[in-house]
């Protein structure tokens, strides 16, 4: 498995994660809305002057695989960032493959290196294999709010995270 970060010629790709994303959503019963992203808003929110957001693919046998998408927040409080996860999607025939475990762990690292707080994110509570999942890495549920969990995964010490 190879993470990678997405460049400018990813735009397409992320585009298409994005729908299967989607799709898996409306799937669990978690989204029923329409798309409103474009691959020319994509270019320019993520690979303009200021990025608002990041992309890590998992590659397998140069095939991508899965996808997050995930931005930095900053809280005044701590002086310190966090990362927020707002995508992880791996395609369903390669799930349970490492995929997702090894996004996280990039994140983590990324996490560590610019000395964020926390890992936080929402996931469906419909989406039993993905609370699975969560639970498998450390994280926990601080507050659901109907069929929303509201993730976080803390560390004191960053380096346990990425020996996952």
Same mark, same amino acid.
């Given at each position: 498995m190879?993470?990678?970060t997405a460049t400018p010629?990813?735009?397409h790709l992320i585009y298409q994660f994005i @729908?299967?994303?989607a799709e898996f959503d409306r799937s669990v019963g978690a989204y029923q809305g329409t798309i409103q992203t474009s691959e020319a808003k994509i270019q320019s929110t993520i690979f303009g002057p200021t990025p608002f957001a990041y992309v890590l693919f998992a590659? @397998? @046998?140069?095939?991508p695989v899965g996808f997050a998408l995930y931005g930095f927040r900053y809280s005044s409080f701590a002086g @310190?960032?966090?990362?927020w996860l707002d995508d992880l999607?791996?395609?369903a025939k390669d799930r349970s493959q490492g995929a997702g475990t090894a996004l996280m762990q990039h994140l983590a690292q990324i996490a560590s290196s610019h000395n964020c707080t926390h890992i936080a994110w929402t996931a469906d509570a419909r989406n039993h294999r993905g609370l699975q999942?969560?639970?498998r890495?450390?994280?926990e549920i601080i507050k659901q709010d109907r069929n929303r969990c509201y993730w976080q995964w803390m560390f004191a010490d960053c380096e346990s995270l990425t020996s996952l």
């Open positions: 190879h993470i990678r010629a990813d735009t @729908q299967h994303k590659d @397998q @046998q140069d095939q @310190q960032p966090s990362i999607y791996i395609a999942f969560y639970y890495l450390g994280a």
